[in-house]
């Protein structure tokens, strides 16, 4: 696959193994540096450490939910700007309606479509990129 991703670091958060395995070969595939997360609890902290271009999350989590962990992620200062992909398994209108609400730049649903998920990583990281981030 093309290279095109120039490094950037994504943080994906997904309690699914095979999930997490798949978004992990992609974006690597892509050129991206990638780090994943099974437990949201840790998400915050990690994202303060590692300090992505772009997180990715589950919404469906053990613990904490994803739209919890956006809310957390978009309460802090320094990570707020980092633009959010939420990827669930679920696919009405008022669900997407409820990730955006939390914050997130980006929704996509599960099962994937692999053009779109790197379509949406692509638009978004371009995004964070025009702002000066
Ligand atoms: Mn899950």
């Known amino acids: 696959?093309?290279?095109?991703g120039g490094g950037a670091k994504i943080l994906i958060v997904e309690d699914n193994a095979l999930n997490l395995k798949l978004f992990s070969d992609l974006l690597r595939a892509h050129g991206?540096?990638?780090?994943?997360?099974?437990?949201g609890r840790e998400a915050l902290d990690r994202a303060r450490a590692l300090r992505p271009e772009l997180i990715i999350t589950d919404i469906q989590l053990p613990h904490i939910s994803g739209l919890e962990l956006i809310e957390h992620l978009k309460s802090d200062r320094d990570l707020a700007p980092v633009p959010i992909m939420a990827v669930t398994?679920?696919?009405g209108r008022s669900d997407e309606e409820r990730v955006r609400a939390a914050g997130a730049e980006a929704y996509v649903s599960k099962p994937i479509s692999v053009m779109r998920f790197v379509d949406e990583v692509q638009g978004l990281l371009a995004l964070a990129t025009v702002d000066g981030k």
């Open 1 to 4: 696959m093309a290279n095109g």
């Open 89 to 91: 398994a679920y696919a």
């Open 32 to 39: 991206y540096r990638v780090e994943g997360l099974a437990d």
